[in-house]
């Protein structure tokens, strides 16, 4: 069976309205070619927002008002917002707070596909 292309709306998630836990892991589908080829446009990743942020860490961050999906690197005590496609620019951030969880597993719909990260 072939894999097909399938639109998800993005759906801005009001924080008040959430019933989620902070801390929940949740899902969210790469979008983009930034972080390839580790993680393909359309690959699901799990996002744990309460994960250890350590320097190397595939990173949901807030820049600019938008969320983005990046390697945190840390350097001479500045943070930065690594793509893997080196056709994107690096970007620095501020602090660690503008992390918002820590990739721990890119999903699949094949074993092989899958993959945990620390």
């Given at each position: ?26 899902a969210l ?8 080829p580790e ?80």
């Open positions: 069976m072939a894999d097909k292309d399938i639109d998800i709306p993005i759906i801005p998630i009001d924080a008040e309205m959430s019933s989620c836990a902070e801390a929940e892991p949740f589908q790469v979008l983009g070619d930034s972080m390839e993680f393909r446009h359309g690959c699901v990743v799990v996002i744990d927002p309460a994960g250890t942020i350590r320097d190397g860490s595939y990173v949901l961050a807030m820049y600019n008002e938008e969320y983005i999906f990046r390697q945190l690197v840390i350097a001479e005590g500045r943070y930065f917002l690594k793509p893997l496609n080196e056709a994107y620019d690096t970007l620095e951030i501020p602090g660690l707070d503008a992390i918002k969880g820590i990739i721990v597993q890119r999903a699949g719909r094949r074993r092989r596909d899958r993959k945990h990260y620390v």
